[in-house]
């Protein structure tokens, strides 16, 4: 059916026909992307079958990557442009009056994530398709991702989101081969012929019913399958009150959960992470027993990557079946388990790692806890060996303390691969965060810097600057990203960075378009866009980018022939809904929006905008029309990154501090092609007395932006920003924000600045270009496969050398 674009056609017709009962004169956009995403997802399918064959025959070591969130975003145009079928479709939709752009716009982003952690995993499982590795995700298929933003008056409020809505056409239901997931109930332990038994019983239990969804590579017949399990009532249920059975079951996978602080109450979100990992594991661990007798070689042939400790519960839990399915004793069991997980750490902060209180943990899942319990027992003793006497030591390292457990330790001890997700993050978890495991397990500890997908970030989302490249180097930089370093050839060459420049201006004029249809306010695409698109978060510093601007409008202000280079400042954010002080700065973004957009004092000079409801397919918009992409997190604090990546990709211009990726985004394009600000992260980590007073009464532009928080200037509630007011003065200034004030000011003036200079500016541009290759999501993925996974590469190799 897309073998040519007649046949296409014809398919189109008698299918839409077919699927919706009408004709094509009547037919909505709807009806026409169900139609088109179910000619898709059949035409996949038998590359999906022989791919999984080939995996079968050649018994293969397979990958699956456990993550509580896989953000998505929309999957047409992608799974278009891998299967190689994208002019095609285009082409005969044409034909037939429709325009494939707004037959795009119909999907909902599959939004199952909140932000950098969730976006890795789907940029992962495109590239170990594209690469042609046996690598799955297994998530959870939530009714609800993360919620929709509205802005209200410049308050966030937060809608359920729906991307279920109209059906998924991706996804394919396998109710045969649901698996039944216990809570709740007792442990009886029997001998049986000199053994120990441990039967789980009145257990309540819940179906896990797998929704299947294709993952294509990028033009190799490679599909991949991402298992996402949706919770129904188990189809025999022994319960009292059936309804109330139904909707407790339900409500497992009903929403994705915010990062927001963790709540000692969400029973829940314990729930669904066991969920996830006793279905998962159960899955392939029944798929591998199809193929082998045993469990003893497991390891061999299964790799279990857990994206942050969300997952953590696969340590025991495949102790539980190797040893009360599989019958293997705890020691072999333990060196198959500790051979076949392997662990990435997302976060230092420490308000942001697991521990779940044991009156929570024992009750929900006894078999498990008896097992943790168990690893506990066992490291402690290993550690008193290793340190007599230091119980200090051991208290601070054990899995289990002061009645909590610690999800962080737990991974630590039970997998054979540590990593951090940039080079930076790695060096303060071995010696600071994770220094004492690292002293006991230092071979464990592995950096693998993030990346993201270029074919979804680059090929995709900027087909006019994709286009400019593949005129320039050749189409080799598709399935070898570091090839854009060519692109160096065209830095003296005016006429590539005039056509640069031009894209640049269309993208802009693209997304000035959007904003003025979305909001009313109409930006020129002559100034400089600068950008800050992230979760909001008090450690993202989206309050310093805030505070610069109040100054720069009372610098304006105070003195109308000032020097600005206009300058258009875009935000988007969602905070998490119970994340108070968050949702603050959100309200005063939008008030300083408000205050600025509509003083003719400032007009064309200085424009704010909030974008709301920040998501996948809107950032798809956003990084193309970027020239500068702010990146201010306090030093130490943001793990990687990855929004940075992908303005990098997309020619915008870093204004960053030395953290995350930052750092080695400045080592691959120089000091001179970036501008970094700030204090660096040992002087963060080391900083002795720090008095945030201080710089508020010896700096007379930070008194008067603080004081402008609370003094009635925005004419809005006196106390609105008091909280905010509070964090800088009262309780010190966590984050640093008064300290890197000046430093920020002064690099922001350097951009003004260098703006100017219109052709060194395209130069600097053309230099995070060509320099990006490296920060692909491919080579990251290599890194995985070659330093961890060790999964075969015989196939790759021979595709595509
Ligand atoms: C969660 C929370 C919850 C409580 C409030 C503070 C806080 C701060 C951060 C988080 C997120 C933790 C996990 C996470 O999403 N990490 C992100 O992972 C990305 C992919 O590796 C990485 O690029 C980001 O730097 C990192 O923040």
Redesign the pocket.
């Known amino acids: 059916m897309f073998s040519n674009k007649e046949a296409f056609k014809r398919h189109f017709l008698q299918r839409l026909e077919m699927m919706c009962g009408k004709s094509f004169a009547e037919s909505t956009k709807d009806d026409q992307f169900d139609t088109l995403g179910h000619m898709i997802r059949e035409y996949v399918s038998k590359d999906w079958i022989n791919t999984n064959e080939r995996y079968r025959a050649a018994d293969e070591r397979q990958v699956y990557y456990l993550s509580i969130e896989f953000l998505l975003g929309r999957l047409l145009r992608h799974n278009l442009m891998n299967l190689g079928i994208e002019e095609l479709v285009e082409e005969g939709l044409h034909d037939l009056g429709i325009d494939l752009k707004q037959i795009e716009d119909v999907e909902s982003d599959a939004g199952l994530g909140?932000?950098?952690?969730g976006r890795?995993a789907a940029c992962f499982l495109d590239s170990l398709a594209s690469l042609n590795f046996p690598g799955h995700g297994c998530g959870i298929r939530y009714k609800h991702g993360l919620f929709e933003q509205k802005i209200i008056e410049g308050f966030q409020v937060e809608l359920p989101e729906l991307w279920l809505r109209h059906g998924q056409v991706w996804e394919v239901r396998k109710a045969d081969l649901a698996i039944e997931v216990p809570f709740w109930g007792n442990v009886k332990v029997l001998e049986e012929n000199g053994r120990l038994v441990f039967q789980h019983t009145n257990a309540e239990k819940i179906s896990a019913v797998p929704y299947d969804i294709p993952v294509a590579g990028f033009k190799n017949q490679t599909v991949n399958t991402l298992r996402l399990w949706n919770a129904e009532p188990s189809p025999f249920p022994f319960h009292k009150d059936i309804l109330k059975y139904k909707r407790e079951t339900e409500s497992v996978s009903e929403f994705l959960y915010p990062?927001?602080?963790?709540d000692e109450g969400k029973i829940l979100r314990l729930k669904q992470q066991y969920f996830l990992v006793c279905a998962s594991i159960s899955s392939i661990v029944r798929g591998y027993l199809k193929k082998h007798d045993s469990l003893h070689d497991f390891h061999r042939h299964v790799c279990i990557h857990i994206n942050?400790t969300h997952p953590v519960l696969a340590i025991p839990e495949l102790m539980r079946i190797l040893m009360d399915v599989g019958g293997l004793g705890w020691d072999e069991a333990w060196d198959i388990t500790t051979q076949t997980i392997s662990y990435t750490n997302?976060?230092t902060?420490s308000?942001?790692l697991e521990t779940w209180p044991i009156r929570i943990f024992q009750p929900l899942l006894p078999r498990i806890y008896m097992i943790v319990n168990e690893i506990n027992e066992r490291f402690c003793q290993k550690l008193w060996q290793l340190f007599p006497g230091d119980w200090k030591r051991i208290e601070r390292m054990a899995i289990i303390a002061h009645d909590q457990v610690k999800m962080a330790h737990l991974a630590l001890v039970g997998s054979y691969s540590v990593n951090g997700?940039a080079a930076l993050h790695t060096e303060i978890l071995k010696k600071r965060e994770m220094n004492d495991f690292y002293q006991i397990f230092p071979e464990k500890f592995n950096n693998k810097t993030?990346g993201i997908t270029h074919r979804r970030w680059l090929l995709k989302s900027n087909p006019m600057l994709a286009d400019l490249v593949t005129e320039a180097i050749g189409p080799s930089w598709i399935r070898q990203p570091e090839e854009l370093s060519r692109l160096l050839e065209y830095q003296n060459d005016s006429v590539f960075l005039t056509q640069l420049d031009d894209i640049k201006k269309r993208n802009k004029q693209k997304l000035a378009d959007r904003i003025q249809a979305q909001t009313g306010i109409s930006i020129d695409s002559s100034t400089i866009f600068d950008v800050q698109v992230k979760r909001l978060?008090a450690?993202k510093r989206q309050l310093l980018n805030v505070l610069h601007i109040m100054h720069i409008y009372n610098r304006i202000k105070e003195d109308p022939q000032y020097l600005f280079y206009p300058r258009t400042f875009i935000f988007g954010a969602k905070a998490s809904p119970g994340y108070y002080y968050a949702k603050k700065i959100i309200k005063l973004i939008n008030t300083v929006a408000e205050k600025v957009n509509n003083d003719p004092a400032v007009h064309d000079r200085l424009k704010v905008i909030f974008l709301e409801n920040y998501r996948v397919s809107l950032a798809e918009e956003i990084f193309p029309a970027a020239d500068v992409s702010e990146q201010i997190s306090t030093a130490s604090k943001?793990?990687?990154?990855?929004g940075n990546m992908k303005f990098m990709m997309n020619g915008a211009l870093t204004v960053g501090t030395l953290d995350?990726a930052n750092v080695e985004i400045k080592e691959r394009v120089g000091e001179n092609n970036i501008f970094i600000f700030g204090l660096k992260a040992d002087e963060v980590l080391n900083y002795q007395g720090y008095r945030s007073v201080e710089f508020f009464h010896y700096d007379k532009r930070i008194r008067k932006v603080v004081e402008q928080l609370t003094n009635g200037f925005f004419a809005d509630v006196d106390d609105e920003f008091e909280a905010i007011y509070d964090s800088l003065l009262m309780q010190n200034d966590q984050y640093f924000v008064l300290r890197d004030f000046d430093s920020y000011v002064n690099i922001q003036k350097k951009v003004g600045q260098t703006y100017v200079n219109k052709e060194k500016w395209l130069k600097m541009s053309l230099m995070n270009i060509a320099q990006s290759g490296y920060f692909s999501s491919d080579r990251t993925i290599k890194e995985y496969v070659d330093d961890i996974w060790k999964i075969d590469q015989a196939d790759y190799t021979r595709l595509y050398h």
């Open positions: 909140n932000g950098g952690l890795l990062d927001d602080t963790h942050d997302h976060t902060l308000e942001a997700v993030n978060h450690y943001e793990a990687s990154g990855t995350g």
